[in-house]
């Protein structure tokens, strides 16, 4: 069964040229929830299971999405990127753009650190608990 946060990934995904600016936030999204959060969390239960080889991935996945120079910083990059071209071409779009971006990023700070009261509404009204492919 897929989710409907793959299923919106991959609809906007095959869209780019209208949802570039939810790709991007949804990207920044993904990549930055994960880094000393979730990956730190998962690495301690595998470690605590016993499951070296998964606790690894998990601590390599944390080590590669980080913010300094890893997958969250060249998401950061790409969304900075793209602001500084709608501010060079259409200067008077540049806070709507800015909002599609940050919609989608927030969307993903909600569902990976909202309130218990903010997640359950988004898993009640849309069945969404992750951006991220499962």
């Known amino acids: 069964e897929v989710g409907p946060g793959a299923l919106a990934t991959l609809a906007a995904s095959l869209n780019t040229r209208r949802f570039m600016p939810e790709l991007l936030g949804m990207n920044l ?3 930055a929830t994960g880094v000393a959060g979730l990956y730190l969390e998962r690495w301690r239960r595998a470690r605590g299971k016993g499951a070296k080889w ?3 991935a998990f601590r390599l996945h944390n080590s590669i999405d980080n913010y300094a120079d890893g997958h969250t910083k060249w998401s950061l990059s790409a969304v ?3 602001m ?3 501010r060079d071409g259409s200067p008077a779009d540049v806070q709507a753009q800015w909002h599609r971006v940050w919609r989608l990023w927030r969307l993903q700070d909600i569902l990976t650190h909202g309130s218990p009261g903010e997640r359950a509404a988004l898993t009640e009204r849309f069945n969404l608990t992750s951006l991220a492919p499962t």
């Open 29 to 31: 999204g993904i990549e």
């Open 84 to 86: 500084r071209r709608v």
């Open 54 to 56: 998964k606790a690894l």
């Open 80 to 82: 900075q990127s793209f």
